[in-house]
């Protein structure tokens, strides 16, 4: 029979200051171990995203510095007069042909 009444018995004091089990400690150093390899893991991975993104990110801002080239250069480029295609000799309608293609040219870089 239970003489307490069902009420559970306090750890004795020895209980308390005693160091936990061998067992319990290398359990507890075995997760530790466990947790530190995650999370270098995670470091790891953690520098090549982000060194992936950086790489990423100068594809990308070269690729906007040649856009800004682009786009400086179909602002500063004025209209081709005819006479400088004919002194290259070419004929009247490439001459036409070319400002047309120059023109949407422009356009296209410009929208």
Do not use: C
């Amino acid at each position: 029979d239970d003489e307490s009444g069902g009420a559970p018995t306090p750890p004795s004091q020895n209980t308390l200051n005693e160091p936990p089990p061998a067992s319990d400690a290398d359990a507890a150093a075995m997760k530790i171990a466990e947790l530190q390899a995650r999370m270098e893991t995670m470091r790891v991975n953690h520098e090549v995203e982000v060194s992936e993104l950086k790489h990423e990110v100068q594809a990308l801002q070269s690729e906007n510095a040649d856009l800004k080239s682009a786009l400086q250069w179909a602002s500063a480029i004025g209209e081709i007069p005819f006479e400088h295609w004919r002194e290259k000799g070419h004929d009247g309608q490439y001459s036409y042909d070319m400002g047309i293609y120059l023109g949407y040219f422009k356009e296209t870089i410009q929208s």
